[in-house]
């Protein structure tokens, strides 16, 4: 599979234990071994666990995000983090979470639609372009999800060019440079925190925060324009 890997971020019970989307969605590089209706339907017999949206909550926190804003939730996945991103920005703000999955979006929206979450939408984007529906984000979000891209530097170059001037990148990853980080033995999925500045730089940001201590075996960016 040429691109972007398709990717998904398992319910917040397996987060918690340090499985990452790799590890939960069962795909390899080149490969997809698991249907993405599969998927969908594991998800829905999933029990989120308490203490892990806590921390998940705890990350949005980090994030500042103000009522109104417009945030792309890149890779949603099942959306473990689009709910407390999109209560985060009210009903005023917009969610648009970002897949290149029809099957986990119609997840996402069915999701939404039983909640009665009206400040979600989802967005089909491409392998190298998350393809966003507008160019005034406030903040670009990425979870577990960046080792999943095969072209990283051409994938960020694309998203940058639908933030605000004021916008902001998270990303959060494994940290390679940790003992026993996720994909150790699996290097198409490994890159530095280095690498990962240069890429931002490559696209116009740079780390403006960083949180070393929050996550265990990840790291934590936030980037601004340069």
Partial sequence: MQGRM???LSFSFLWLLGIGAA????????AETRPADARVENARKQTPDP??????KQIVEHLKLQAGNVVADIGAGTGTFSYSLAQAVGPTGKLLAEEIDQELLDYIAEWAKEEKINNIQTVLGEFDDPKLPTREVDLAFMHNVLHHVEHRALFLKALATYMKPTGRIVIIDSDQEQPNATHSEEPEFQYSKEQVKQWMADAGFRP???FPELLDRKFFFIFARR
């Fill in 6 to 8: 398709l990717r998904i």
């Fill in 23 to 30: 590890d939960a969605s069962a795909f390899q590089l080149g």
């Fill in 51 to 56: 203490a892990a949206e806590l921390q998940t």
């Fill in 208 to 210: 403006v925060e960083e």
